[in-house]
């Protein structure tokens, strides 16, 4: 089997998309998604594999702009669309294609390429460390109370259809990306993700509503919501679906979990994507009724660990020398020196002797600050050279915000 890898042609993107819907179980999407996800794919930065006339792989590299400890964004492959045709997998289809990815990204100059895995064994061998979580919530809004910090009851809150809403949303948003590691700066278009709801994926619930949260005619915040009723012989047993709550500020943003813990006919608050750090945990009267569930959320990849470690700050004064292994991108192996604090760093080449061995997974899994390093090597996966230097470069990688992902792509 010969396989060739081509950048994508505008006008078979439908057969690329179709065959992307095939590797994943083969349901159509709605027109909605499907015209959605045609106008955002890149097609310069997408690559279809052939095997001789039959196209048996997919996969695909928006431009994004990262949001890293310190508040910078940066340039950002967001890497999706990731299919193989059943009839030819196992066979390095895969491998390929992310060779011919990473090196891409190298050209293009953006020092981190991200991904969420339909199944997390997948990209570990390409250099992809986990350095997000997500945090599912399924709260019993019939007991839990919330506490409500001093002018949530001067919040006045509006039910807006989403459309109307968006922009106002959207201005929110944006003022909220820098604050915290691992959201994406909106590019053009992708304005248009949080407005999606086909009918077909409702699952029983109704179509999604906005509620904007005000302060003095100004919006400090929003939710987007739906309903799922149900009944039993004992009455309404409803719940709601949550899908975006972002505030400017703490009675903003209790005021919209207040609202949706009103929504009459319910009883249970469901929401599948929280940050592991969310405020929500704090104003509520019974963490257990809660039922947390962590997941895995965002992986990163240093594709240019010199320039990737130099964008963010850190906690605390660093220098340190890491050994960094890195087989699929060997032009990141070799000695680093990272030298910065909360104001910058900078990370260069050095011939000085190490003073922490580890490889470019690990990197990645501390990188926006989620996942210690400490944790890293007490799994063995990290190893000091010079006492003392474990401690240091964990201090000062760690954040005070949660690393979070909001969405999918
Ligand atoms: C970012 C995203 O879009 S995530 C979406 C990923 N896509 C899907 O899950 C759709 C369904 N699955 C598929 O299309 C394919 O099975 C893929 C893309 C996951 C793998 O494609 P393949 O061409 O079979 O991968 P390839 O042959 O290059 O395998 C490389 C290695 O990964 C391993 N691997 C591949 N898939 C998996 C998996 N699902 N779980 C664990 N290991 C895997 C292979 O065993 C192989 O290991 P080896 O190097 O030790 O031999």
Redesign the pocket.
């Known amino acids: 089997m010969t396989v060739e890898l081509r950048v994508l042609e505008p006008g078979r993107w439908d057969r690329w998309y179709g065959e992307?819907e095939r590797?994943?179980?083969g349901a159509e999407e709605s027109p909605e998604e499907r015209s959605l996800w045609h106008d955002l794919t890149e097609c310069e930065r997408s690559l279809a594999a052939w095997d001789d006339d039959e196209l048996v792989?997919t996969?695909g590299a928006f431009s994004f702009r990262l949001s890293v400890p310190g508040g910078s964004l940066v340039p950002t492959a967001g890497?999706?669309?990731?299919?193989?045709?059943?009839t030819?997998?196992?066979?390095?289809?895969?491998?390929?294609?992310?060779r011919r990815q990473l090196d891409d990204v190298r050209r293009w100059g953006e020092p981190l390429a991200v991904?969420?895995?339909?199944?997390p064994?997948?990209?570990g061998?390409f250099g992809y460390g986990l350095a997000t979580e997500r945090l599912r919530m399924e709260i019993d809004s019939a007991r839990v109370r919330l506490t409500a910090p001093t002018g949530t009851d001067e919040i006045r809150l509006r039910l807006v259809p989403p459309r109307a809403g968006i922009a106002a949303c959207e201005a929110v948003y944006a003022r909220r990306v820098a604050g915290r590691p691992g959201m994406l700066a909106r590019q053009p278009g992708w304005e248009r993700l949080p407005l999606l709801d086909p009918p077909s994926e409702r699952r029983g619930a109704g179509e999604v509503g906005c509620v904007l949260a005000e302060r003095n005619g100004e919006v400090v915040g929003f939710a987007r919501f739906a309903v799922k009723s149900d009944w039993d012989e004992a009455g309404p047993k409803g719940s709601v679906l949550v899908r975006d709550v972002e505030a400017l500020d703490p009675a903003g943003y209790a005021a919209l979990w207040r609202h949706l813990f009103e929504v009459d006919l319910t009883s249970t608050v469901i929401a599948s994507n929280r940050p592991a750090d969310d405020p929500l945990l704090h104003l509520v009267s019974d963490v257990r009724r809660c039922r947390l569930r962590v997941r895995d959320g965002m992986?990163v990849r240093l594709v240019d660990v010199g320039a990737a470690l130099a964008a963010r700050t850190y906690a605390a004064p660093v220098d340190v020398v890491l050994e960094v292994e890195d087989a699929f991108c060997p032009w990141n192996e070799g000695r680093w020196r990272l030298s910065g604090d909360q104001k910058g760093a900078t990370c260069e080449r050095t011939t000085d002797s190490a003073d922490m061995a580890l490889s470019v997974r690990e990197l990645a899994c501390g990188y926006l600050g989620g996942f210690g390093l400490t944790a890293l090597a007490g799994a063995g996966r990290i190893r000091e050279l010079r006492p003392g230097a474990l401690t240091e470069a964990a201090t000062a990688f760690g954040h005070p915000v949660a690393p979070w992902l909001p969405h999918g792509f």
């Open positions: 992307l590797a994943f179980g792989g996969t890497v999706t669309c990731v299919g193989v045709r059943s030819h997998r196992r066979r390095g289809v895969l491998t390929a294609m992310m991904l969420t895995a339909s199944e064994p997948i990209y061998r992986f």
